[in-house]
């Protein structure tokens, strides 16, 4: 088969990044193709055309491979240029239902982006980013998906020594991030931020169009779809680890799977990156760093709030002192499934703070499908019993998953997969692809890692 591009962004959006082809890999081997995920998308790819297109080795036929500009804050800090240092987007398609999706190479190499970088990536974070992704789409959050890795054949110099490389292709709602308005606002070009954000709004957010002011309309819009994705991350336990505004996506989905991580036990400052010293993004920041990043996005858009800058910063002011309840709706949604809750109660945030409180240090996961086991929450329990509708054990059951990536796991398949044998990557990735199923006889996927195994640590794939 042959992909059929449209390459809308390309069209759309002179002048907003930079046509290049990828690295050629030298001997591209494929370590996993996404057969599910390919048929969804109506791509009937054979394992050669996916070694070949998918590694950078061959473009394929109406691809128009490009580096898009992006700036963000990294840290706090703003960086003006960031862009695809590492990244080419080869092109979009439809998939049979008519949705568009960006299909993009990760570590195909060096672009006029790269910095310091060598636009490369190694195997073991680019499978980590598969598996993970994997792991939450099958947990139900928006997320960009891998369609394969594959290894390039040649190797990549890293701290920990010379290791094997690879590309990872993704395939995405698209590439639009906060950093990606941000760019153009700070060099100043209205026009390209114009028709950026006409862009946004007809490929993601088309009823936007029709509102009095667009502009407001994408900003609450990128506000429902942000404040219910981080409470779905809240209730997964997921830590993102970089929550660079380059890596907050316009479409919802999450985006950029580097240091990223689940929490074991419960720990409202739980954080895995290393170079995350003051602890910016750790797991029980997300809500308000998600409110920062959306701050950053709606000071772009001021010039489309109101021509008067008065009133422009009054209505982003007005929006953004929103963000905090929006959120809090959002994840008392996500809380009262995971505690098998029906309809909404006064009570419930209370409820949900009383058994947080009560389950400091304990596994985030396993906790909620052991609600009735577990001695130290005696006393709430009590209160929880009076609350929750019949029928709430099948509901818990369904709504907290037994199967998480764990990080001991991840780390193991990673090692292994890095060593040549991909099999308990294979394994692992179809254990988190079923997290609601079974426990019984999935034992080693399920518990957590034993006691004292070093804290874990995860590095950004660069
Ligand atoms: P990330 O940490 O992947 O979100 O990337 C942040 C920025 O650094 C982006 O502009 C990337 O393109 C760039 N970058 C990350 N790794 C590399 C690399 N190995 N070579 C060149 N640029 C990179
Ligand atoms: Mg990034």
């Given amino acids: 088969m042959t992909f059929r591009f449209d390459n809308s962004y390309l069209r759309d959006l002179p002048g907003t990044y930079l046509r290049l082809d990828p690295a050629v890999a030298p001997a591209p081997k494929l370590l996993v193709l996404n057969r599910g995920l390919a048929d969804d998308l109506g791509l009937d790819l054979t394992e050669a055309d996916a070694a070949n297109w998918l590694s950078g080795a061959t473009v394929p036929a109406g691809a128009e491979p490009a580096a898009l500009a992006y700036a963000g804050h990294q840290f706090g800090g703003f960086s003006p240029q960031l862009g695809d240092g590492r990244a080419h987007l080869l092109g979009e398609f439809r998939g049979p239902d008519g949705r568009r999706w960006d299909l993009q190479l990760k570590g195909s190499g060096r672009t006029p982006f790269s910095r310091g970088g060598d636009g490369k990536a190694a195997v073991g974070p680019m499978l980590r980013e598969y598996l993970i992704s994997e792991a939450m789409a099958a947990l139900g959050a928006p997320t960009t998906r891998c369609l394969a890795v594959v290894a390039t054949g040649e190797n990549v110099l890293r701290e920990a020594g010379s290791l094997p490389g690879a590309v990872v292709a993704r395939v995405a709602a698209s590439h639009i991030r ?97 170079i995350d010293r003051q602890g910016r993004y750790a797991y029980g920041n997300q809500p308000a760093i998600m409110t920062w990043n959306l701050a950053r996005l709606a000071e772009t858009l001021l010039p489309f709030f109101d021509a008067d800058e008065a009133k422009a910063v009054d209505l982003a002011n007005e929006r953004l002192a929103a963000i905090a309840g929006t959120y809090q709706r959002n994840w008392l949604q996500v809380m009262r499934l995971k505690l098998g809750l029906l309809g909404e109660d006064a009570g419930d945030g209370a409820l949900i703070e009383g058994l947080l409180k009560a389950m400091v240090g304990a596994d985030w996961t396993l906790t909620f499908r052991r609600l009735f086991d577990v001695p130290e929450l005696r006393a709430w329990r009590a209160v929880w019993l009076a609350r929750v509708e019949p029928g709430f054990e099948a509901r818990i059951m369904a709504a907290n998953p037994a199967v998480i990536p764990r990080n001991h796991r991840v780390e193991a398949a990673l090692v292994a997969a890095t060593a040549d044998d991909m099999a308990p990557f294979e394994a692992l990735l179809a254990a988190v692809r079923d997290p609601f199923g079974p426990e019984a006889g999935r034992e080693g996927f399920v518990l957590p890692a034993p006691e004292g195994l070093a804290p874990y640590v995860t590095f950004c794939g660069t």
Avoid at 199 to 209: E, K, S
Avoid at 243 to 248: I, K, L, P, R, S
Wanted: charged content about 15%.
């Fill in 178 to 274: 906060v950093g990606t308005f941000q760019f153009f606002s700070a060099r100043g070009e209205a026009d390209k931020l114009a028709a950026l954000m006409a862009y946004t709004i007809a490929r993601h957010y088309p009823q936007a169009a029709a509102a009095e002011v667009p502009a407001l309309a994408l900003f609450d819009a990128v506000v429902a779809r942000q404040a219910r994705l981080i409470a779905q991350w809240m209730g997964l336990g997921f830590v993102h680890g970089v929550m660079n505004t380059d890596n907050m996506a316009l479409s919802g989905e999450t985006i950029d799977y580097g240091p990223c991580a689940f929490m074991d036990a419960y720990a409202p400052g739980t954080l895995f990156s290393s």
